[in-house]
């Protein structure tokens, strides 16, 4: 039980909506990141929260968004939701000093239709 | 840019050993970090190396060699339960903290 959460764990929404995933952080972890995942392929960094500030984004466009709370607890948005944006959508956290050791949610699977 | 390249499929007997390789080409590197995903599951930790050499974790083993950027996973003793994918990752380009994580090998493990 790796203690980090997600929800929903399964979302569908229609081309041109709007969508907010959830996390909850491993206790401890100040941490976190957030990961896509296409039907066969890795995990692609998205972006990284510490201490409520984005640390890093990797290659998404500015409609993919993020918030980290002061509970570390974290949100992704994504606006103006595309086809090519279902997924599953990870949640990772970890401690700063050791974040090649990131502890993952079970992810929120997106469909967009 | 950032790279990694990784056998897509292995099969192996239970009981066997099998290495699962990972070349890469990144701008910075702190390390190279392995990740296990049953399907329908989350990634799991497995392993980490920063230096050079052979890190030993029970059945698993993780090797670097940082002149050649390469390293590997050996999985000895497998077991059924070993079937699953297994990325290889390393410290992105925006800084140590985030992961850049390959397409995965598939393991499967045969009776």
């Known amino acids: 039980e790796t203690g980090v959460t997600q929800s929903p764990t399964h979302l569908i929404k229609t081309r041109g909506q709007q969508v907010t995933l959830r996390c909850s952080s491993q206790s401890g972890h100040n941490t976190v990141s957030w990961y896509q995942q296409a039907l066969g392929q890795g995990p692609q960094f998205i972006f990284q929260y510490y201490r409520e500030e984005e640390n890093g984004r990797g290659n998404f466009p500015p409609r993919f968004s993020g918030l980290q709370f002061p509970n570390y607890s974290s949100e992704l948005n994504v606006n103006a939701l595309e086809l090519d944006d279902s997924a599953l959508y990870l949640c990772?956290?970890?401690?700063?000093?050791?974040?090649?050791?990131?502890?993952f949610g079970p992810g929120t699977r997106l469909t967009v239709t | 840019g950032q790279s990694l390249e990784q056998p897509s499929e292995v099969t192996a007997v239970e009981g066997a050993i099998v290495q699962i390789n990972c070349t890469y080409q990144?701008?910075?590197?702190?390390?190279l970090s392995w990740y296990q995903q049953h399907d329908g599951g989350a990634p799991t930790f497995l392993s980490y190396?920063?230096?050079?050499g052979l890190e030993e974790t029970g059945r698993f083993s993780s090797f670097l060699s940082r002149s050649d950027s390469y390293g590997y996973l050996l999985l000895q003793e497998l077991q059924m339960k070993d079937s699953a994918s297994y990325f290889c990752?390393?410290?992105?380009?925006?800084?140590?903290?985030?992961?850049?994580f390959g397409t995965g090998t598939r393991l499967t493990v045969i009776p």
């Open positions: 990752a390393v410290a992105g380009q925006t800084g140590a903290n985030n992961l850049f």
């Open positions: 190396n920063a230096l050079d």
């Open positions: 990772a956290s970890s401690s700063r000093d050791r974040a090649y050791e990131q502890y």
């Open positions: 990144t701008s910075g590197f702190y390390g």
